[in-house]
């Protein structure tokens, strides 16, 4: 299923919904924002999908940022909504019951780079630079940059990167935990379809209560966090999947998870 902004691949259980603007290196505007929006919708609610791959189209961007030309005539008003949009389709991203992989096949700057952070993992060809140059238009990161950066790799690192909007290599933003792993470019794909392999195979609802429990417990105190923690793996144990899972172990085969 395509359409004119984002194209959506099923392969089995893996879901790749990939931002289809190569000729302006995926750029985010209000419509292709509002079109993802409705893509991860749809991913989180079809039982068939299990693990979904975001990507960019062509070879030089992931998403290159959000549509300045778009931004250039925006109001004060309107833009505190554009940025409200975007930052909702990060959070709804960042919540998604079902893992998220972040495949980076090239540039991911400013509002790229904050939707692969929203990202549950995220694999980023060699050749590929991150960054939130939002202070050389004269702006912020206005799609969550400055939190999920703080958050992700610290403050010095947030300050940096925001503060001097340079661009850094994907080894350092490894270095810094921005992102998972780094691979040869030509290697991506194929990495990439390795790990959603591996995710698509695994226990949908133990995968459900891992994100749950790392979302929540990362913002609550520890004893909340752990508290949580107890309530959710107590719940495994009304699922099949557990069952199968202790069962398979046992038996020394490999489960079979149905999700239930």
Do not use: W
Not at 44 to 51: E, F, L, Q
Not at 124 to 152: C, D, H, M, Y
Not at 160 to 179: F, K, S, Y
Not at 198 to 221: K, N, T, V, Y
């Amino acid at each position: 299923m395509a359409d004119a902004l984002i194209a959506i691949m099923d392969d089995g259980a893996v879901r790749t919904v990939r931002v289809n603007r190569p000729d302006k290196l995926n750029a985010l505007n209000r419509a292709t924002l509002e079109a993802l929006d409705t893509a991860f919708a749809e991913a989180a609610a079809d039982p068939a999908v299990r693990v979904v791959v975001l990507t960019g189209a062509g070879p030089k961007a992931f998403v290159a940022g959000a549509d300045i030309a778009e931004m250039n005539g925006l109001s004060a008003v309107q833009g505190r909504d554009f940025s409200l949009l975007g930052q909702g389709l990060m959070r709804r991203i960042e919540r998604m019951p079902k893992p998220v992989i972040g495949k980076i096949n090239g540039f991911a700057l400013g509002g790229g780079l904050e939707l692969a952070m929203a990202c549950h993992l995220r694999v980023a060809a060699e050749t590929a630079k991150v960054g939130q140059p939002e202070v050389n238009l004269g702006l912020i990161p206005g799609f969550g940059g400055s939190q999920r950066l703080l958050r992700l790799c610290g403050r010095a690192a947030a300050l940096e990167l925001c503060l001097l909007g340079t661009p850094i290599t994907a080894a350092r933003a490894a270095q810094l935990g921005i992102v998972n792993e780094v691979v040869p470019a030509a290697e991506l794909d194929a990495r990439v379809q390795t790990i959603a392999s591996q995710l698509a195979s695994a226990a949908p609802l133990a995968l459900r209560g891992i994100l749950d429990a790392i979302h929540i417990g990362g913002e609550c105190p520890l004893g909340e966090g752990l508290e949580y923690e107890s309530a959710q793996f107590g719940l495994m144990f009304a699922t099949e999947d557990m069952r199968e899972g202790t069962n398979a172990f046992l038996a020394r085969r490999p489960p079979v998870f149905q999700n239930r």
